[in-house]
């Protein structure tokens, strides 16, 4: 088992892609600490965790607030003595946390912005304030944080978006630098376009749009994203840190015959 005994945090831990980390880190021997601001959910995780054999414990956490990402490190380490591992997934560019719609920057509200910023940049910076301390003081740890290829590329419609997935990856290499000596690393991933089953109910043109624009022909599967983080917190990526792992199927590369 490639991260048995460690104790890892999973923020969104209860969603499509925080739930394949969840259940993936599980598999592989950790105990899972599944912090969503979806209660109902994160406990129904816990349990399918806790009926595999695994230790699990959901902790309700909206972590854009910073006493709510003191509170869930707390939590956990009441519970497990320890945290180990620190995975950054909360966030997105719609849902319930992010009440505006998707426009061009000329035309988008301030509210918007400010909502995107919070989560997607605010909020895993919330989570590393509150473990970097006792990971310090133990002399290890492993932190990953989910950005994005529109922190890299950009995405039409999502100027605050791509701003806070690009901060992502300034965050990561700066606090990589900084907690080197301390024996912590710090990565991120950068998926592309995730066959979720919110990206599956679009309509079918626009999946087939995205999916001619990605080289390898289909959207990512969240274990896909999963075995990228998994890869990142075990001793097999032991001499790595401060780097973006670009998990996006080709979409990067740019387009057709260029």
Known sequence: MRVKDKVAIVTGGAGAIGGEISRLLAREGA?????????????????????LGSEALAVNADVIEIDQAEKMVKAAIEHFGQVDILVNVAGGSTGPSIKTKMDFFA?????????????????PLNCAR??????MERRRGAIVSISSTAGVIGMIKGVEYSAAKAGIIGFTVTLAKEAAPYGIRVNCVSPGIVGTQRVFKMAPDRIAQWEKGVKLGRLAKPEEIANAVLFLVSEESSYITGQNIIVDGGLCLGPEGY
């Not at 601001?37 to 009926?51: F, P």
């Not at 301030?110 to 909020?123: D, F, M, P, S, V």
């Not at 509150?130 to 990971?135: G, P, R, S, V, Y």
């Open 130 to 135: 509150a473990i970097i301390n006792h990971m």
């Open 107 to 123: 035309r988008s509200e301030k509210t918007r912005g400010e909502e995107i910023l919070r989560l997607n940049l605010l909020a």
């Open 31 to 51: 105990k899972i600490v599944i912090a969503d601001m979806n209660t109902a959910e994160a406990s129904k995780l816990a349990d399918e965790l806790k009926a």
